[in-house]
Every structure is written in C-alpha cells, then in structure tokens.
Nanobody
Framework: IQLQASGGGLVQAGGSLRLSCAASGRTFSDYLMGWFRQAPGKVREFVAGISWSGGTTYYANTVKGRFTISRDNPKNTVYLQMNSLKPEDTAVYYC????????????????WGQGTLVTVSS
C-alpha cells in the first residue's frame, strides 16, 4: 500500500491543522492506520491509531483530548485533526499502515508515507 501525507505547515500555538493521508494500491480497509511523529534528534513516536473500520481509536497521552484521528474507507484516506497545538508538537508527521499487531508500535507498521512537517510557533 502506498501512502501520501499532506496538510502540514506553520501555525501559531493554540491553532489547528488537519493532516490527510491518501492510500492507494491495496484495500485500505485491510489496514490499521497510524500517525507517528519525529522531532529533530528524537525517536519517531506514536501519536494516534485507528482500527480497520474506524470504530476504535488510540492516542498518545501527550495528544489525548487535542488530536482526533479518523478514516474514510471509501475515500482511502485517514485524517489527523490537531487542535490546541503546542510548540512541542513540532515534528515531521508520518502516516503508516499495518495489517495487524500493536497499533502503538512503529515496528509493526510496514508501510510509511513520506512525512509532512508541522511547525508550531510560540
């Protein structure tokens, strides 16, 4: 499955952005989907994940209550709505797909998008 992330940009603290990730090449609903992020000098970390049908979502504690993951299977797209952004949310955000496994573990994801940069200014 191929993934193409978009929607990053520069935003002031407290602002909002919505990331999108378009999938192609395979049956989208066969995949768990996740968003991860990597700040300069840091390890790529889990942000949010969503089950095959979209009925179950998972969030890192650092974004819970501020970010919302959703998916539209007919459109082969997963989204990450990010509200109340903080400077510490600055990172390259990656969408990823997995057939199964631990949705919070980046090692279980075999397909990755190219990343989209989110910069939050204070």
């Amino acid at each position: 499955i191929q993934l193409q992330a978009s929607g990053g940009g520069l935003v002031q603290a407290g602002g909002s952005l919505r990331l999108s990730c378009a999938a192609s090449g395979r049956t989208f609903s066969d995949y768990l989907m996740g968003w991860f992020r990597q700040a300069p000098g840091k390890v790529r970390e889990f942000v949010a994940g969503i089950s095959w049908s979209g009925g179950t979502t998972y969030y890192a504690n650092t974004v819970k209550g501020r970010f919302t993951i959703s998916r539209d299977n007919p459109k082969n797209t997963v989204y990450l709505q990010m509200n109340s952004l903080k400077p510490e949310d600055t990172a390259v955000y990656y969408c990823a797909a997995a057939r199964g496994g631990d949705i919070t573990n980046r090692m279980d994801f075999g397909s990755w998008g190219q990343g989209t940069l989110v910069t939050v200014s204070s």
